[in-house]
């Protein structure tokens, strides 16, 4: 079984101060994670991937087996970063955390 | 290029109606998924298809079908609709390779149903 676990509903932060979400998986092989975001009237999309160890939109995240955490950071917050963002972990089907509302004040 | 397209963007049903989301999607994509989307709780996976031919129960399958048409097209169905499944419903895709691979997932737009 997979779990995936998102511990905050909501976080607000202001312009240009650092945000973290934080991001706990439960997962018995190797996971396969992802953070994937939802901006206002858009569609779900890829934000980054483990995997690919990629800085997108000033966005990183690291995979900590030890702490079987995968958090989202990113030092200077912007407006458009506001956002719903979801943690997720795959094997072949994707399993997504309840999702954080990111709301950054000018 | 569309991507995933999903029909309708809204609807509003009775209890007791029924009723079938259409996806589609234009990226020759092996996997198709549903899920519904609910406040505080996610994300939730109906069924998905892995390949054509093929479906699977998802983590909340209860009052859903689904068909895969064909490698294009994943449908959803509500035999009979209840207040329950209110929700927000995404269609996904997913490329080919290895099915332990770590391809993302395309999301259709969404479909808000409520149901009275």
């Known amino acids: 079984a997979q779990r995936v676990t998102q511990p905050e509903k909501l976080l607000s932060v202001f312009k240009g101060a650092p945000v973290e979400l934080k991001c706990n998986y439960s997962?018995?092989?190797?996971?396969?994670l992802f953070w994937y975001v939802q901006y206002s009237r858009q569609r779900l999309q890829l934000l980054l991937r483990h995997i690919s160890r990629e800085s997108i939109k000033g966005f990183t995240a690291d995979l900590n087996k030890g702490e079987t955490s995968f958090h989202l950071k990113k030092p200077f917050a912007q407006e458009e970063d506001s956002a719903m963002y979801y943690c997720?972990?795959?094997?072949?089907?994707?399993?997504f955390g309840a999702g954080t509302t990111v709301t950054v004040r000018a | 290029n569309a991507g995933v397209t999903q029909t309708p963007k809204f609807q509003v049903l009775k209890t007791g109606q029924s009723m079938t989301l259409q996806c589609a999607q234009d990226m020759n994509h092996n996997s198709m998924y549903w899920y519904r989307q609910d406040p505080g709780m996610g994300l939730r996976l109906i069924y998905y298809s892995a390949s054509e031919g093929t479906t699977d129960k998802g983590e909340v399958p209860n009052g859903y079908n689904v068909s895969r048409l064909n490698k294009r097209e994943f449908s959803l169905r509500l035999e009979s609709a209840a207040p329950s499944q209110t929700s927000v419903y995404f269609c996904?895709?997913?490329?080919?390779?290895?099915?332990?691979?770590?391809?993302?997932?395309?999301f259709g737009d969404g479909t808000r149903l409520s149901i009275l």
């Open positions: 996904a895709s997913m490329g080919q390779g290895n099915p332990y691979s770590n391809q993302p997932q395309h």
């Open positions: 997720a972990l795959t094997d072949y089907k994707l399993s």
């Open positions: 997962y018995s092989g190797s996971p396969e």
